[in-house]
């Protein structure tokens, strides 16, 4: 079975430095990985998805992730915090045999310190 | 605006009761998702529908059912409702199948007292 694992469900970052939130993945075939964020009080919003094409992917709002296998790992990062970073982020993880179902981290609630 | 709509944003009832929750996917995609949100059992998906029939089976109690209807808009149906089935209840939508990109609707938050 696929699972996704997100180390730290709280981070804390200042305003202007690099944010960083792991996520891990476990999955008996090549993965899609994706990076999903919540604001408070409304849905998930799809930041970026590893899909095989490259091992670095950009997304919206200056977030990249880069997929490593010998790590099994799909970390989130953004070079310069902002204020409106302020969220939930969720990775998650379906495999590519047409089964579409996503299985979700645990979240990350990422706080910016100003 | 993801261009998923989910019916009503908030609803409060009592156990026992029985709730209807509505989904409209994305113009164009066929594939429809229902996913739980609560604290302790995190995100969880609960089933899928594609063009109408059952796709596929998570961990959806026998008391919830669904359905996708010939317009594509998906119906939630809880029945008997617990205390524990307080939650956030989001729709997904996607092009089709294979695709693995989901747009998720606001979601709907169900308060069972």
């Known amino acids: 079975a696929q699972s996704v694992t997100q180390l730290g469900s709280h981070v804390s970052v200042s305003e202007g430095a690099l944010v960083l939130l792991r996520c891990n993945y476990s999955s008996s075939v090549p993965p899609y990985l994706f990076w999903y964020v919540q604001y408070p009080n409304q849905g998930l919003q799809l930041l970026l998805k590893y899909t095989s094409a490259a091992t670095l992917v950009k997304g919206i709002n200056g977030f990249e992730a880069e997929f490593k296998k010998s790590e099994t790992s799909f970390h989130l990062t953004k070079p310069s915090a902002h204020m409106s970073d302020a969220a939930e982020y969720f990775c998650?993880?379906?495999?590519?045999?047409?089964?579409?179902?996503?299985?979700f981290g645990t979240g990350t609630r990422l706080t910016i310190i100003p | 605006d993801s261009g998923v709509t989910q019916t009503p944003k908030h609803l409060i009832t009592a156990t026992g009761q029985r709730v209807t929750l509505r989904c409209s996917p994305r113009s164009g995609d066929l594939s429809v998702y229902w996913y739980q949100q609560s604290l302790d059992q995190g995100l969880q998906f609960l089933i899928q529908?594609?063009?109408?029939?059952?796709?596929a089976k998570g961990n959806i109690l026998e008391r919830f059912s669904a359905q996708q209807f010939p317009d594509l808009h998906s119906e939630l149906n809880l029945s008997s409702l617990e205390l524990g089935d307080s939650a956030l209840y989001f729709c997904a939508s996607s092009v089709g199948l294979g695709e693995g990109e989901q747009f998720f609707g606001p979601g709907t938050r169900l308060t069972v007292l």
């Open positions: 529908y594609y063009n109408g029939e059952e796709r």
């Open positions: 998650a993880v379906s495999d590519n045999f047409g089964n579409e179902k996503l299985t």
